[in-house]
Nanobody, 123 residues
Framework: QVQLVESGGGLVQAGGSLRLSCAAS????????MGWFRQAPGKEREFVAG????????YDSDSVKGRFTISRDNARNTVYLQMNSLKPEDTAVYYC????????????????WGQGTQVTVSA
């Protein structure tokens, strides 16, 4: 069982930046592909970005392409989401998750989830 804990959320003005972190409890973290999802009030959970087990391959949604960057440090059992040029529509609870399906953008293929961290972008 992998436990994931997100941090780094907060309130930021439009155009600003935040870096989210997701720390895993187990060294087996390095065997999983990781992803970031977000969910805004009244909306479905949305895939944001993903990264394979060794960090070589990354993939992200069109809505964040060129603004968000996912990375990982397996020595620290941590995955990051650097968010730049934030927009009010990026406001959501952000979740990290682990999967055995590299490249997946589907929440139901992710096995372990963190509790989420709130990101609020003011206009």
């Amino acid at each position: 069982q992998v436990q994931l804990v997100e941090s780094g959320g907060g309130l930021v003005q439009a155009g600003g930046s935040l870096r989210l972190s997701c720390a895993a409890s187990e060294p087996t973290f390095s065997s999983f592909a990781m992803g970031w999802f977000r969910q805004a009030p009244g909306k479905e959970r949305e895939f944001v970005a993903g990264i394979n087990w060794n960090g070589v391959s990354t993939y992200d949604s069109d809505s964040v392409k060129g603004r968000f960057t996912i990375s990982r440090d397996n020595a620290r059992n941590t995955v990051y989401l650097q968010m730049n040029s934030l927009k009010p529509e990026d406001t959501a609870v952000y979740y990290c998750a682990a999967t055995n399906h590299p490249g997946s953008i589907w929440y139901y293929e992710y096995h372990y989830w963190g509790q989420g961290t709130q990101v609020t972008v003011s206009a």
